[in-house]
Structure formats: C-alpha cells, structure tokens
C-alpha cells in the first residue's frame, strides 16, 4: 500500500504539537460514507474523505479562500470545495479550477496526511512529510477485520491524563468501586501489595498486575499498551487477538475522544463489553477531568509510589517521544494573492 503526501507551501509552520510522528485512530469505517468528514486532532482541523484511491485526510482550509473544505461535496474522487469549487484529491493537489482553464495547476494545492483503512477504522498519521510510513503493529493484528463497531465520548482533558488513566490499576476499587473494582476492595482496605510487571515490547507494553502474589488473572488483569494511544484490557485468560480497545485521541490541550472499537457482530458478551464500557468511562470521566493541571507534568512535579509503575512508564515514553514534538510542514498554503497561477 502506497502513501503519498503533498505540501503546496512556502513558509516554515508545525503541526500536531505535541502528537507528532504517529498512527491514531480517528473514525470507524462505518463512519466515514459519501460525504466529508470535519475531525479536530491535536489542535488541527482535518477533514476526511473517500477519494478515489481510498480514504485521505487534508488540511480543513480551503487554500483559496480559508473556507471549511469539510462544507464540500466529493465529486469523481475529490473533494469538491464548496465556495468555488475547486478540486483536490487525496494528495492535496488540484485537479480542477472552474472557470481557469489555463490555471497552472501544479503549482496549487494543500496539505495532505497519510491515511490508512485497516481493521474497520480508518488511521491518521500526525505528518504530512510522510511518504510511506510503516503501519503501525495493531493494524497489521487487526488486518483480518472488515468491520468494527465504534462508539466515543469526550473529555475535557489533556489526553495524557486520559491515557495514564486507562494504563492505571491502582484506582479500580475507589474510581470503579461498584463495577470492576468491586472485587479488590477488600483486598485495597486490609493493606495488600500490588505487584506490577511491566514488559516492553515491540508495539509499546504489556501490563500485569498481582494482589499479595497471586496471578494477575485471578484478581486484577492485564493490558497491552500500543503505542502512543491505544489499550486493550485483558481479564482472566483472554490472551486472544483484540475484541475491545480504547483509543485515546487528543483533540487539542484541553479535549480527549476516547474512541471505542468492538469487534463486529452481536453476542451478548459484546453487548455486555459496550455496556460496561460506557459505564466505566462515565465513572472514570469526572475525576479524570478534575485533574490540575490538565496535561502529566514533567518528572519532579508530583508525587508517586511503587503501584504507579505503568503510569510512570507511559509519562517516560511521553517525554522522550512527544512532549515538544511537532510536524513540520513548509509553510501555510500559498494564497491566490501570492500568486497567480
């Protein structure tokens, strides 16, 4: 599968500060039809469309006019700008300027990202440098997915806050005290030790917990962390590929969609996963956002302990991979003003 990216640009200028140079979800196949998609990630405006060579993600700007392209129509595999109808495919280039027959169209177009369909959702990758960046490892264990049934909800945090809380075991009797906490509550009150193993491996971690020695299946779990943003929960013996994963997807620095991707087709343990889901989220939400300030402070700024391991992990992979971090792009688009083409 080829990837392609174009930048019609002349001055320096970032993007996804902060979240730069990764694969995320950011929409269920379901979710994307005939019509454009408008998606906000990491402080920048997208929109998502199904071009002619599959799904792709421009720059929500018009390079004209500055309109909302995600406004458009997709019309023989562009998108169709709705202010005066010029065209771009999936690479940000232009293919067609009404009433301009001899517009010089290679010198017009916008900002493109990678865009990769795999596993019932459709993936973003936060540079548009990028020609061909390798997918990442979940999508390739996902592969064999046609479908997937996505549901999300939205924070009001930094999405670090949101992610360390999904890698978090020690506040399941306290957060989730009446749902999946319930059964280490005594264990939490009479003084037991949390044990935490914490894995690297080649798509992030693997995370296993253990209550005074015994096995973490028994008790509390365990979790594939897949970098930078993705988790699946395991509970007992469910070692198998993943059936529910929570995505962690930045909006900007103060809003996070915590996407749900399940597994296609009804059973009733389906069922039951997105019930409970839902519900752990809603417990999970009103402390989460409550934290001060919003995005993990750097190393020093607060204080852990032994059963903040995996926190502490993630916080490490944070600052030595994104915390700064930026796209760079070569400019804003040219403007018409700038040059006539």
């Known amino acids: 599968m080829e990837y392609l990216s174009r930048v019609r640009t002349e001055n320096e200028g970032t993007m996804f500060s902060g979240f730069a140079r990764v694969w995320t979800p950011i929409l269920g196949s379901g979710q994307l039809g005939q019509a454009p998609v408008p998606v906000m990630l990491a402080g920048e405006k997208l929109v998502v469309f199904r071009g002619a060579q599959g799904p792709a993600a421009l720059l929500d700007r018009c ?23 010029w065209r771009f495919d999936g690479t940000g280039q232009v293919t067609h300027v009404p009433w301009n027959p001899d517009a010089k169209l290679e010198k017009l177009g916008t900002v493109a990202v990678p865009v990769l369909e795999m596993g019932g959702v459709i993936w973003v990758y936060t540079d548009p440098g990028a020609l061909r960046p390798e997918p990442p490892p ?92 993705v988790m699946h929960l395991h509970f007992g013996k469910d070692e198998g590929p993943p059936g529910q994963l929570m995505a962690v997807v930045p909006v900007d620095g103060q809003r996070t969609r915590m996407i749900s991707i399940l597994a296609p087709g009804f059973s009733v343990f389906r069922l039951l996963s997105g019930l409970i889901g839902k519900r752990l989220l809603w417990e999970d939400q009103h402390v989460v956002e409550s934290s001060d300030p919003p995005e993990i402070p750097e190393p020093g700024h607060d204080l ?38």
């Open 304 to 341: 852990s302990v032994r059963s903040d391991r995996a926190t502490l992990a993630f916080r490490k992979y944070y600052d030595d991979t994104l915390r700064g971090s930026a796209a760079v792009v070569t400019g804003a688009p040219r403007r018409s003003l700038d040059v006539v083409a």
């Open 63 to 85: 390079p004209h006019r500055g309109v909302a392209l995600s406004l458009g129509r997709v019309r023989a595999g562009c998108l169709e700008c709705p202010f005066h109808g």
């Open 138 to 229: 979940l999508a390739r264990i996902l592969a064999g997915r046609r479908k997937s049934i996505v549901y999300e909800s939205l924070f009001a945090t930094h999405w670090t806050r949101a992610m360390e809380n999904m890698l978090d075991a020690p506040h399941l009797p306290f957060i989730h005290r009446w749902t999946i906490g319930a059964g280490v509550r005594k264990a939490a009150d009479r003084g037991a030790r949390m044990e935490t193993t914490y894995t690297p491996t080649e798509y992030g971690s693997r995370v296993h917990w253990s209550i005074d020695g015994a096995t973490s299946g028994s008790q509390m779990g365990s979790l594939d962390f897949f970098a930078p943003n």
